[in-house]
Nanobody, 123 residues
Framework: QVQLVESGGGLVQAGRSLRLSCAAS????????VGWFRQAPGKEREFVAA????????SYADSVKGRATISRDSAKNTVYLQMNSLKPEDTAVYYC????????????????WGQGTQVTVSS
């Protein structure tokens, strides 16, 4: 089992950057694929980015492609989501999720979820 804690959210102006972190407990975190999702008020949770257990494969939603980079540091049991050129429509609660096996772009593909971190982008 793994526990996930997100951090790094906050209030930023449009055009600026944020780096979100997903810190995991457990010595076997390197076996897990990790995804980032977000949920805006009144909307469904949507896929943002994902990274394979090895870090060799990544996937991005079209809405963030070219502006986001997902990476992982196995020594720190942490996955990062660097978001650049932020837009007001990026405002949401951002969640990280983990699963043993292949990465997924679907929420049902993940077994473990963090509590989320709020990102608010002002225009």
């Amino acid at each position: 089992q793994v526990q996930l804690v997100e951090s790094g959210g906050g209030l930023v102006q449009a055009g600026r950057s944020l780096r979100l972190s997903c810190a995991a407990s457990g010595r076997t975190f390197s076996r897990y694929a990790v995804g980032w999702f977000r949920q805006a008020p009144g909307k469904e949770r949507e896929f943002v980015a994902a990274i394979s257990s090895s870090g060799g494969i990544t996937s991005y939603a079209d809405s963030v492609k070219g502006r986001a980079t997902i990476s992982r540091d196995s020594a720190k049991n942490t996955v990062y989501l660097q978001m650049n050129s932020l837009k007001p429509e990026d405002t949401a609660v951002y969640y990280c999720a983990a699963t043993v096996g292949v990465l997924s772009r679907r929420t049902m593909g993940y077994s473990y979820w963090g509590q989320g971190t709020q990102v608010t982008v002002s225009s």
